[in-house]
């Protein structure tokens, strides 16, 4: 039977409830990051399938991805795969037991999102 006394019950927390800390943000983050990976990932095989059909089509590919919008959708495609990289290593970290303690988890957020930026930054200055 339907619950009547609905409007009693507590609300569920939600966002607003808790105060912000790192962690929140990586994870959060590190979902983020895995759905635009899978985004950039799409334009880039355009490309590639734009590459294997014809010359026009390739130049408009590629007028697309290295305008200033593209190359900005490319690197922040590269920073979300180092974040997502860094990130996940230190889940892995995590599923053995360790790093868990609050002073742990907070180094290691940091860790992941400077790392991140200067792994983006050191692999532009290569390419």
């Not at 490319?74 to 974040?83: E, M, N, P, Q």
């Amino acid at each position: 039977m339907a619950d009547v006394n609905r409007g009693n019950r507590p609300l569920s927390p939600h966002i607003e409830v808790y105060r912000w800390q790192l962690s929140m943000l990586t994870s959060m983050t590190h979902r983020i990051t895995g759905v635009g990976l899978t985004l950039g990932a799409v334009l880039v095989v355009w490309w590639f399938l734009a590459a294997s059909t014809s010359a026009e089509y390739f130049a408009t590919a590629d007028a697309v991805l290295t305008s200033w919008f593209g190359s900005l959708i490319l690197i922040g495609s590269l920073w979300a795969l180092c974040f997502h990289f860094l990130n996940g290593i230190r889940h892995l970290v995590w599923d053995t037991g360790r790093g868990l303690e609050l002073e742990s988890t907070k180094k290691s957020g940091i860790v992941v999102l400077a790392g991140s930026v200067v792994l983006t930054i050191v692999t532009l200055l290569v390419i």
